[in-house]
């Protein structure tokens, strides 16, 4: 008799184990489903320039920008655009995001990415100071026209 209730709890066990596997496994794919679907719809992270840093876009200059293309050490073509931004106003700038836009032979955007020129690594920027920055791409489109892209400022944070 104990010998069959093992028997019967043995032949239960491996459907159970298969089942919290399957589980496991649909619960796995699911949530890295979601993430990848959500890093590549993501809600745009525009935020608008406020009134003030409107007003003061005139007083940010970038200066000696300039675009190159290497090799990186993998074989891949990396794009890189280089330059300085001056603070010619009288405020202190914790942080300036460009939009660096890139378009096709026809005029449409290819690619539109968010990047920091000034603040966060690379300090704040003081009134009347001037800051290099780097900005490399390592995977863009095909279908990049190859001309500098255009640089908008997309936001500024005051010190």
């Known amino acids: 008799m104990a010998d069959k209730k093992l028997l019967l709890i043995e ?3 491996p459907p159970v184990l298969i089942a919290a596997v399957l589980a496991v496994l649909v619960l796995g794919g699911g949530l890295f489903w979601w993430l990848d679907y959500q890093s590549r719809h993501r809600v745009s992270e ?7 840093a ?4 005139k007083n940010l200059a970038l200066s000696e920008v300039q675009m190159q293309a290497n090799e990186s050490y993998l074989k891949q073509a990396v794009v890189e ?3 300085k931004i001056t603070n010619n106003g009288d405020r202190v700038v914790k942080l300036v995001e460009i939009y660096c836009i890139f378009y096709d032979p026809y005029g449409q ?19 009347g100071g001037t800051k290099s920055f780097r900005l490399p791409f390592d995977s863009l489109p095909e279908s990049w026209n190859k001309q500098m892209p255009q640089l908008v400022i997309a936001q500024i944070l005051f010190g």
């Open 109 to 127: 955007v290819v690619l539109r990415e968010r990047m920091a020129i000034a603040g966060r690594k690379m300090g704040d920027l003081a009134p």
């Open 11 to 13: 032949e239960k066990k």
């Open 81 to 83: 655009i280089e330059g």
């Open 54 to 57: 409107k007003g003061y876009v």
């Open 46 to 52: 525009a935020v608008a320039l406020t009134p003030e």
